[in-house]
């Protein structure tokens, strides 16, 4: 890639945004159903009923995103920098990559 690098269009599930110099990709790694148990500081009839109003689906969709950063570094080339920073052992130990674990489709 060029230090140049501007793109002209948005494709499902990447969203391009230029910060400065840098241009921002978040790329879509997927979504997953949360639950308003994890929300504090708001009773807990609130949020169900926000979400219905503005036609969000209950339980709450969660997106998953990660980030390729596109950074000049003063020449003709660009660095690349992928951010993604997993879900650690949110989701427990099959989906946090440790050692002798995998996730079922793996």
Do not use: Y
């Not at 003709?76 to 989701?91: I, T």
């Amino acid at each position: 890639m060029t230090a140049t690098f501007k793109p002209t269009h948005q494709a499902p599930g990447v969203h391009h945004r230029t910060v400065g110099e840098v241009v921002v990709t978040a790329l879509n790694d997927g979504m997953f159903e949360a639950s308003f148990d994890w929300l504090t500081n708001i009773d807990a009839a609130e949020p169900p009923a926000l979400h219905a109003a503005s036609f969000r689906a209950i339980p709450p969709r969660i997106t998953v995103n990660a980030f390729l950063a596109h950074l000049p570094d003063g020449t003709q080339n660009e660095r690349l920098v992928l951010v993604d920073s997993g879900c650690g052992g949110a989701w427990g130990r099959r989906w946090a990559g440790w050692p002798g674990t995998s996730p079922s489709w793996a």
